[in-house]
């Protein structure tokens, strides 16, 4: 009763400041418990750090789960299979997620590989602070007074930026009025590939 659909998911702080983060739970009502707690966009895979597979996000219920996860002190990585967290209309054979943390550096990678790629796969990062998109392939942040980077192929997706106006004041309270949903889609469609994107500290 008090799952979210973000198996896979991440956040990202530098210098005890988050940077790419979960926008958490808002005030509890009849509807986070209810047959509609899904329709509020804090409980979906969509609003969290991770992908929509064939325009799928992630599925609600106990037999979504992930697989396979392994964690590595020494390298500071940490792996986990996400095919089964999506239901049978996402067509994913397998969605192996990756970080790996070096100093001052996140690599986030994508391994994937599609039973049919019937849409273009959308990769989301929630964020807040000041966000500049206007060259392709670098979204610059900047959250009191840290700055960071995530770079990826701009050859491989389009960029765009949702603002979510926050009028919970339990959300509000820790992020402000708005945050950003940035959303990596795909310029095509395809059965296997490996996405990767990398956030640096500046």
């Given at each position: 009763?008090?799952?979210?659909?973000?198996?896979?998911s991440?956040?990202?702080?530098?210098d005890?400041?988050?940077?790419?983060?979960?926008?958490?739970?808002?005030?509890?009502?009849?509807?986070t418990?209810?047959?509609?707690?899904?329709?509020i966009?804090?409980m979906?895979g969509?609003?969290?750090?991770?992908?929509?597979?064939?325009?799928?996000?992630?599925?609600?219920?106990?037999?979504?789960?992930?697989?396979?996860?392994?964690?590595?002190?020494?390298?500071?990585?940490?792996?986990?299979?996400?095919a089964?967290?999506?239901?049978k209309?996402a067509c994913?054979?397998?969605?192996?997620?990756?970080?790996?943390?070096?100093?001052?550096k996140?690599?986030?990678?994508?391994?994937?590989?599609?039973?049919?790629a019937?849409?273009?796969?959308?990769?989301?990062?929630?964020?807040?602070?000041?966000?500049d998109?206007?060259?392709?392939?670098?979204?610059?942040?900047?959250?009191?007074?840290?700055?960071?980077?995530?770079?990826y192929?701009?050859n491989t997706?389009?960029?765009?930026i949702?603002?979510?106006?926050?009028?919970d004041?339990?959300?509000?309270?820790?992020?402000?009025n708005?945050?950003?949903r940035?959303?990596?889609?795909?310029?095509?469609?395809?059965?296997?590939?490996?996405?990767?994107?990398?956030?640096?500290?500046?």
């Amino acid at each position: 009763s008090h799952n979210h659909n973000d198996i896979g998911s991440f956040v990202l702080y530098y210098d005890n400041t988050p940077i790419m983060i979960d926008a958490g739970v808002g005030t509890y009502t009849r509807q986070t418990f209810s047959s509609e707690r899904y329709s509020i966009w804090t409980m979906q895979g969509n609003y969290h750090n991770i992908p929509m597979i064939n325009g799928v996000p992630e599925k609600y219920g106990k037999k979504y789960k992930a697989t396979n996860a392994r964690a590595d002190r020494r390298s500071m990585s940490f792996s986990v299979e996400l095919a089964s967290a999506y239901p049978k209309e996402a067509c994913v054979e397998s969605w192996v997620r990756s970080y790996q943390l070096k100093k001052g550096k996140l690599t986030v990678s994508d391994n994937f590989k599609l039973s049919q790629a019937k849409a273009a796969n959308i990769v989301n990062f929630l964020t807040w602070g000041d966000i500049d998109i206007s060259k392709k392939g670098v979204v610059n942040i900047s959250v009191k007074g840290v700055k960071a980077q995530l770079s990826y192929d701009a050859n491989t997706f389009e960029q765009s930026i949702e603002t979510i106006e926050l009028t919970d004041k339990r959300l509000s309270d820790v992020w402000g009025n708005k945050i950003y949903r940035l959303s990596l889609k795909a310029k095509t469609t395809a059965k296997s590939g490996i996405y990767k994107y990398d956030i640096t500290k500046k």
